[in-house]
């Protein structure tokens, strides 16, 4: 098993500049506590976590509905095929969202999943949260719930994402009497964004948010709306979220274990790279190369209470992948030198990836 933990980079100089998610940057100042707000997420939240600190730093914000408006840049985003409005569907044509959070200072979360034709699907958990003496609604009632407190009800299957989800049906029989077209892309795609906040007075939250594995068989739900697994958030010690394979993460209660680690002493890099392991150690025999490496990607984000931030992903990037999505193996991070990409750690290096991944 081949362990990356890369060195911190000493005077980084501009937003450009890289330092290492293995070790986290150290927050300067005293009293353990940021001297600035601090926002960090899955490399697709850039927008959002500029917003989330921008939120805090200047408005005074809760960390979750900073976090909340972070997530909802993506929500919002037709082109975004991840999450919400334009998320792909489920095998049936369905797009259904699923989301959870976490409020460190009042100790309280919220979840919905498999929920139709509301996008803001995190604003929705979040009520939950705030209305309900329950942690998770799904399905018609996830809806109907949210549908009788004015959120607005439309429909999240986009034209472009009908597209690909016709052309994945196409595609996925030869023997059938649909015909393949070339218009759009019919790859399964996993959509996730999760978010991770801390204020200066070092309260903490946390949301994720996901239109889930496309294709899926319909009421299918991963990790996301499960507290513990999709995030987790303690006031005392800091929040983790995770996107990748949901199935992988909620056997290892990845968000969870993240937290205790850093607990127990670990900062919030090494505290990813040890539930990637624990995550790779609950891997059934199917999902293992013949040389017991994973045959999926998975992903953890944390952030501590004192604003160190880290994450970790199971495989090294190659260079076609970042040539292709810029984000691959990267996290997004917004503090007082503003927002930007960062590097994970990762657990296996390229060269470690089994060949039928390559």
């Known amino acids: 098993m081949t362990l990356t933990r890369r060195s911190l980079l000493g005077g980084a100089v501009g937003a450009a500049a890289v330092s290492i998610a293995a070790r986290g940057q150290q927050p300067e100042g005293g009293g353990g506590l940021p001297l600035a707000p601090v926002a960090v997420s899955s490399a697709n939240g850039l927008r959002g976590v500029a917003l989330a600190q921008q939120l805090m730093a200047e408005n005074g914000t809760d960390p979750l509905d900073a976090g909340v408006e972070g997530v909802q840049i993506q929500e919002l985003d037709p082109d975004d095929h991840s999450v919400g409005l334009g998320g792909l569907p489920n095998e049936a044509g369905v797009v259904q969202l699923d989301a959870s959070c976490m409020h460190g200072p009042s100790r309280r979360g919220g979840a919905v999943a498999a929920l139709e034709d509301v996008a803001t699907a995190a604003a929705v958990a979040r009520a939950v949260m705030q209305h309900t003496d329950h942690l998770m609604l799904v399905g018609e009632g996830a809806r109907r719930f949210a549908l009788d407190l004015g959120f607005e009800k ?10 690909i989800w016709l052309n994945w049906r196409a595609r996925r029989d030869p023997d059938d009497d649909w015909l393949e077209v070339d218009d759009a892309s019919s790859e399964s795609t996993q959509g996730t964004i999760n978010m991770c906040c801390v204020t200066r007075e070092g309260d903490l939250g946390s949301v994720t948010t996901t239109s ?12 996301s709306p499960i507290i513990g697994a999709g995030q987790y958030c303690d006031n005392r010690i800091g929040a983790a979220g995770s996107t990748g394979r949901g199935e992988a993460n909620i056997k290892a209660c990845g968000a969870f274990f993240v937290v205790e680690q850093m607990r127990l002493g670990a900062t919030p890099g090494e ?13 059934e025999d199917r999902l293992l190369s013949a040389v017991g490496k994973p045959l999926f990607g998975l992903n953890f984000y944390a952030l501590a209470k004192d604003g160190r931030w880290g994450g970790a992903t199971i495989y090294e990037p190659t260079k076609e992948e970042r040539e292709r999505r810029p984000g691959r193996g990267r996290m997004a991070v917004a503090d007082g030198s503003g927002a930007r990409l960062e590097e994970l750690a990762f657990l296996y290096a390229v060269g470690d990836r089994p060949r039928e991944m390559r």
């Open 154 to 163: 439309r429909e999240l299957l986009t034209e472009a994402s009908r597209k």
């Open 271 to 283: 505290a990813c790279l040890k539930a990637l392991e624990r995550a790779v150690e609950m891997t």
């Open 212 to 223: 889930g594995l496309s294709w899926k068989i319909p009421g299918r739900i991963g990790d």
